[in-house]
């Protein structure tokens, strides 16, 4: 099961990190001569923003710093466990965050470079990824030959379970909806799951269940039905990082190169610990500590990931140039 330990990022924390940054910028030719610096083509990488969910019920019961007890994990109250009114409250924040963010130079907003957003099929990753990536609330549920325009059905309160929430309708990719582009996508991923083990909240429900619930999502690729993985297994770290591997290779044979992925501190942790190669890289201490660190309730984190392997896909800004570039032009009419 999943652990917290990190802390909520202040307005000070956020505001040092980008005088870090610009610190760094204004270094010398000089003082750049001891950093190390890598290129590889740009079809061989991706950027993923890893996002943890918000907090759920069993986080609430089962985090000392939250004044529960890790014993609460394993009970079964807490089975795939609903984000608590606070962790829908990340999500605005999350999402809140987004509609804003722009580039460097302001012309274009981050929401419009997500081409994907693959998500845990576990209720808290998945009420994560609509609540913060998918469009507005909807005043009523709609109808039955329009559920797929939902990401989420509308849900009533349940006293210590969940709270109340209005349905959320799918989002055209970018800030704004723009004719001619499609809704984002929402892929439901079993490999980004959290920790296989014992602890119920890590038990996933049916996706019959699921599909009901979220009707935009798209679940084919989660295979069984049933959870037949929880319970089977108590997966160790080696395990894990293994898991992880194969995510890994599943993203990079994928088109897209800008994904969200929605998924669980314990999965994350090991992704950062398997390919965050830091040491190898001889990295500075400040970058090992920021990609180490564990990840807090509804973080995003934007990496980038580089395939050495010489897997990736097509590059639509590359040219080759030469002969071959030039195709059907022809100088003696093409001036």
Same mark, same amino acid.
């Given at each position: 099961? #999943? ?14 990190? $980008? ?26 990488? $991706? ?7 918000? #907090? ?6 089962? #985090? ?24 829908? /409250? ?8 987004? =509609? ?28 994560? /990824? ?28 349940i006293e210590g379970v969940r709270p109340a929430h209005a349905a959320i309708k799918t989002r055209n990719e970018g800030i704004n909806a723009q ?48 959870? $037949? ?34 998924t669980h501190s314990a999965f994350m942790a090991a992704m950062l610990r398997e390919f965050g190669a830091t040491d190898q890289l001889g990295c500075? #201490? ?28 097509? =590059? ?20």
């Open positions: 099961s #999943e652990t917290g330990g990190g802390t909520h990022t202040t307005r000070e924390e956020m505001q040092k990190a $980008k005088d870090s940054a610009q610190d760094l910028s204004k270094l010398s030719i000089e003082d750049n001569f001891g950093h190390r610096f890598f290129i590889a083509p740009h079809r061989h990488t $991706k950027t993923l923003y890893l996002v943890r969910h918000g #907090e759920g019920y069993h986080n609430l019961a089962g #985090e000392p710093a939250l004044g529960g007890s890790r014993e609460n994990y394993r009970s079964e109250k807490y089975a795939d466990a609903h984000l608590t009114p606070r962790g829908w /409250a990340q999500c605005r924040a999350l999402k809140k965050h987004l =509609d804003s963010a722009v580039t460097h130079d302001g012309r274009e907003h981050v929401m419009d470079r997500i081409e994907l957003v693959v998500v845990s099929p576990l209720m808290r990753a998945l009420e994560t /990824a609509v609540g913060s990536l998918g469009g507005s609330d909807m005043a009523v549920d709609p109808t039955p030959s329009r559920r797929d325009c939902a990401l989420m059905m509308s849900r009533s309160a004719p001619g582009r499609t809704d984002l996508k929402f892929l439901a991923c079993e490999l980004c799951r959290e920790h296989i083990g014992q602890n119920p909240c890590d038990r996933r429900r049916t996706t019959a269940e699921y599909k009901d619930a979220f009707p935009a999502i798209d679940f084919s690729q989660v295979v069984d039905d049933e959870d $037949k993985l929880w319970g089977t297994m108590n997966e160790s770290n080696d395990e894990m990082c293994e898991r992880a591997h194969r995510f890994m290779e599943w993203i990079m044979r994928r088109p897209e190169t800008h994904i969200a992925v929605v500075h #201490e400040r970058v090992k500590q920021e990609t180490h660190r564990w990840p807090d309730n509804c973080e995003m984190r934007p990496v980038v990931v580089v395939d050495p392997s010489g897997g990736g896909g097509l =590059d639509p800004m590359f040219f080759p140039g030469g002969k071959t570039g030039l195709g059907d032009f022809d100088d003696s009419t093409n001036v």
